[in-house]
DNA sequence: GTTGCCGTTTGTGCTGGAGCAAATCGAAGG
DNA sequence: CCTTCGATTTGCTCCAGCACAAACGGCAAC
């Protein structure tokens, strides 16, 4: 296992180069950046302490799909192919567990096509709020803090919109009282209002 | 095993229900889609002989996320939870297999996330047909047919836009020579026209 | 203090494409 | 033959939200 530690902004790996590594944040965070042929990009999910990335194309076309980029300054590990196979051979357990965890991950991308495809952008932001908030919120003095440094053009690139209507819909809850914003943190005070302004069950 | 045969527009399972069996079509096709609370529905996937479906569940939730609706007269086989750990067991390699399987899907679908959020209706509707194409498609005279039933509304909710954009492309590159329409069965004349027009690698 | 950088807010114009309605067309069924 | 039903086409209207620009505020470096 290497351990690395990245200082934020760095490019942890970059899209389209080949993948020989699973990785894993233990502290700090980052975020999967998927950028298209005209330069615009989209935020696929963010990676608290914890979570493993960049592990999929290990089993398929050994091409990194995404950038990952650190958010904060963070610690990162890493282990090779070879070692991870090693892993998954002494426990095969492991392997029914990347199944679980790829099924999860499969449901929530799946939703957000449904989403991203049947939802407006108000509906789509306020998803994206309460999904980061149970990804990595944890309580706080006034509600559920979001444990990421969210700028507001990130909540745009991660629900699909522009950096003006997030800025504009994160300040209307704001003074509607749904939620908080200080310094890249985001707090959410009324999570059932967000919920009924996502109106998506 | 179980066989069974299903008619045309037949729901094989609900979105909601428990998932209980690991499906698999073998001849006819499907489609998988989820419908939102508003009604609205996108179409995740079309699922053609050889492939598996609604197995995913079965190692996560066991809730099925999605509606499989027959798009033709189909007969579909599928195998008890039970069944397929067995399988399993006797043959590890599945289940690496799968994770390769879950793999790929899982990187078309962030493809899918980021073309939702960055391109626009033509470019999408273009990139939706070409991924059919190479998904289901086959040479015959004239070009490269889709081996499914597609309807303009298919084709709309499969690529995020409306019955009424779809259509309009679609008789638009028709009228252009880069694809023919006949009955629910679609053929692709100019496969770089549209990729040009796709725009996105 | 000044300067520059980064992120945010806000105003404004404009357009892509959603939404509706009506006409058309074709196939299946009686 | 007529009817019915589903799918498609087409014209039209209208608005959500994208895009650009400009101003603002905080922070760090010098």
Redesign the pocket.
């Known amino acids: 296992m290497r351990v690395q530690r990245v200082a934020k902004g760095d490019v942890i790996f970059a899209q389209g180069g080949p993948a020989a590594r699973a990785w894993a944040i233990s502290t700090g965070c980052a975020r999967i950046v998927q950028t298209g042929s005209n330069g615009r990009q989209a935020i696929l999910r963010f990676i608290g302490p914890g979570q493993m990335f960049g592990t999929v194309p290990l089993f398929t076309d050994h091409r990194l799909p995404a950038d990952a980029i650190a958010a904060q300054a963070s610690s990162v590990l890493s282990w090779s192919e070879a070692d991870l196979l090693r892993l998954i051979d002494r426990h095969p357990r492991i392997a029914v567990n990347l199944i679980a965890v790829l099924g999860t991950r499969l449901g929530h991308l799946q939703e957000r096509v449904r989403e991203l495809t049947t939802l ?3 509906q789509r932001l306020a998803l994206a709020v309460l999904r980061l908030a149970a990804q990595a919120g944890r309580e706080t003095a006034g509600g559920h803090t979001i444990g990421l440094p969210l ?3 990130d909540v745009a690139e991660f629900s699909g ?5 997030a ?2 819909a ?2 209307a809850w704001q003074k509607a009282g749904l939620l908080a ?1 200080c ?2 943190q985001l707090t959410i005070c009324d999570a059932s209002g967000l919920r009924r302004i996502a109106g998506d069950g």
Chains 1, 2 share one sequence.
């Open positions: 407006r952008a108000e700028r507001r053009r919109t522009t950096l003006y209507t800025s504009r994160l300040a914003t310094r890249g």
